[in-house]
């Protein structure tokens, strides 16, 4: 499964929209992009995964460049909810396998 | 629906002792995952199964460490003697067997071995 890179932290004020970047630059073709957050003393949650065209549910959207090499979660509206560590994921499509979980970015929504 | 349910979320023992975490998959759900959480190395895979059979348990750290899934309902993780390097939160997750399917996760045991 190819490697993700992610800042370490960033902030976002509330009512903002919050965009956390990835970088996937060695991902393959049949490889997917899977973003998950964990709370603090919860489990992790999933939140959205793509291939490579844009993705939006009820909780974020996913915006994936056109040569798949880096990604970006959008949370529309951050609320102080949102305060999460959030964890980008390649891997590969038919593979029911782990999640690979990297360190992933620290987002702070502050008021 | 219900999700991942697991018990209990926080248990605390001495050293030695054994140590049994349970957890009950979402219905319908064929893949279990047991991971594990410290600061020092953060989430890894421990094992896990598909159709209550074991498929990979390369992540198991020794001979103390076991899992059984019994049924499609329930598995067990057991710590057996207990060291306090074990001290972690233990996750488990699901996914159906259809390919591409997101892992839906417990909120996990909080083990303090003392």
């Known amino acids: 499964d190819a490697k993700t890179t992610q800042p370490p932290s960033m902030d976002c004020a509330e009512g903002r929209a919050a965009n956390l970047p990835c970088n996937h630059s060695t991902i393959s073709g049949n490889e997917y992009v899977y973003w998950y957050r964990q709370i603090h003393s919860q489990g992790p949650q999933y939140i959205i995964h793509g291939l490579k065209n844009n993705e939006t549910n009820e909780m974020a959207s996913l915006i994936i460049t056109e040569d798949r090499k880096s990604s970006t979660l959008i949370l529309p509206h951050a609320t102080l909810r949102d305060t999460a560590v959030y964890y980008c994921?390649?891997?590969?499509?038919?593979?029911?396998?782990?999640?690979?979980f990297g360190a992933g970015t620290r987002l702070t929504v502050k008021p | 629906d219900a999700g991942v349910i697991q018990s209990p979320r926080h248990e605390v023992t001495e050293m030695g002792q054994e140590v049994t975490l349970r957890c009950k998959p979402i219905s319908g759900h064929d893949y279990l995952f047991w991971y594990r959480q410290t600061m020092m190395r953060g989430l890894e895979l421990l094992i896990y199964f598909n159709n209550n059979v074991p498929i990979d348990d390369s992540g198991m750290p020794e001979d103390r460490f076991s899992a059984k899934m019994p049924n499609a309902s329930f598995s067990t993780l057991k710590i057996q003697p207990s060291e306090p390097r074990d001290s972690a939160v233990y996750f488990c997750a699901s996914s159906p067997q259809r390919a591409n399917q997101p892992q839906h996760f417990g909120d996990g045991t909080r083990l303090s071995i003392l």
């Open positions: 994921i390649v891997r590969v499509a038919w593979k029911n396998n782990d999640m690979r």
